[in-house]
């Protein structure tokens, strides 16, 4: 047990969770909140360091702050990512954490869970995570395959996917048997590292896989080692309200003529096209004229770096670096493209939903995929 705790705990620490996700236990509802921080210790990002009063100001993936304090008596240790045990870990001192690094501070989290003193550090250098995730990501492009979901068969454990080839789409039928390591996206996060252990009787047509493995001669089978779904829509629409308060945008779906609100989170990315690119995706410039982009189909949303909820300026945009959707302002582009991943459909009369007509690779809206680990 102690084991396997360590092995979750190095696994949120390099930020690679998902891999080692179990059924959660009972646990008091100040912790659902953040699996970051246990009763015992807190893992997360160094965003401040002060020697002077001895402190560390982690930020959690969730968004929880939480302030380390160290000691003379304080353990520092090094830890290689993708290690699972510490037997591998070297001594290091305080003045060898830096700003950026992934930190897992052991020791009693006070009752508020935003601060704790910290008996041993155990340190993930910012830069060797990046090459781990790096090198993790070439290989799922070289050696990975993407497509949508068009049949499932639990009983011969088998999924059949279309994919995208230069001659056009063609069928791939993929085994997934016990030994295939098998996951789906949480239903509210579109982090790798949150998906889920799952099953061939989860996955559903029109959803969207990636796999990793070994195709075949003739590319009509793919064996996998890794497999991840998830079902994801790629929307295009008019936006109605922007409301930084709450981080929802309703938008007017232009395919369907149902308003959705868009929720937008923490770590989601927000882009603008630029007038060229807006006149490629909707056969006009930059002011509002006919034209609008083809039908929806699903995707999933692409992963960028992380920031705070944009919040909107009178008549400009938002999102990291100015960009993200206008809100409000005359000119600009108003029919926006919006890579949603969480969606919720405006009930119809009598409390159901109109089902997503969303199905099939089709061409016209930019295909997002799932993301990379």
Same mark, same amino acid.
């Given at each position: 047990m102690r084991a396997h705790f360590l092995a979750i705990a190095l696994a949120l620490l390099t930020g690679t969770a998902g891999a080692y996700a179990q059924t959660p236990q009972a646990t008091p509802a100040s912790q659902q909140a953040d699996k970051g921080i246990t009763p015992n210790s807190a893992i997360g990002e160094v965003k401040a360091i002060d020697p002077s009063s001895s402190q560390l100001i982690l930020k959690t993936d969730v968004g929880s702050v939480v302030t380390v304090t160290v000691t003379d008596k304080t353990v520092y240790m090094r830890l290689a990512p993708g290690e699972t045990t510490l037997a591998n870990a070297t001594k290091i001192a305080l003045a060898d954490v830096a700003e950026g690094d992934r930190v897992w501070a052991r020791g009693k989290v006070s009752d508020d869970q935003k601060s704790v003193p910290a008996a041993a550090l155990i340190v993930m250098n910012k830069a060797d995570i990046a090459k781990k995730q790096e090198a993790e990501r070439a290989?799922?492009?070289? *050696?990975?395959?993407?497509?949508?979901? !068009? !049949?499932?068969?639990?009983?011969?454990?088998?999924?059949?996917?279309?994919?995208?080839?230069?001659?056009?789409? *063609?069928?791939?039928?993929?085994?997934?048997?016990?030994?295939?390591?098998m996951r789906r996206y949480a239903p509210d996060s579109i982090k790798f590292s949150d998906a889920k252990p799952s099953t061939v009787s989860e996955v559903k047509v029109g959803d969207q896989l990636r796999a990793l493995g070994e195709r075949s001669t003739d590319g009509t089978r793919f064996t996998a080692e890794k497999v991840v779904t998830g079902s994801f829509r790629t929307v295009a629409g008019t936006v109605t309200v922007v409301d930084a308060a709450t981080g929802e945008v309703k938008v007017n779906d232009l395919q369907t003529k149902q308003q959705l609100t868009v929720v937008v989170k923490q770590d989601a990315v927000l882009r603008k096209f630029p007038a060229a690119g807006e006149m490629m995706m909707f056969g006009r410039g930059p002011v509002g004229g006919p034209g609008g982009p083809p039908t929806g189909q699903p995707g999933a949303p692409a992963q960028g770096p992380s920031g705070g909820r944009p919040q909107p300026a009178a008549g400009g945009s938002t999102g990291p670096g100015g960009d993200g959707i206008r809100a409000g302002g005359g000119g600009g582009m108003k029919d926006t493209l919006l890579n949603m991943m969480a969606a919720r459909q405006q009930q119809q009369p009598g409390g159901q939903s109109a089902p997503n007509p969303a199905a099939g690779l089709g061409s016209g809206i930019p295909q997002f995929g799932i993301g990379l680990p």
């Open positions: 290989e799922w492009r070289r *050696r990975g395959i993407l497509g949508v979901v !068009a !049949a499932v068969n639990p009983e011969k454990k088998q999924i059949s996917i279309s994919t995208r080839s230069m001659a056009g789409t *063609r069928p791939v039928i993929i085994p997934v048997d016990d030994k295939v390591d």
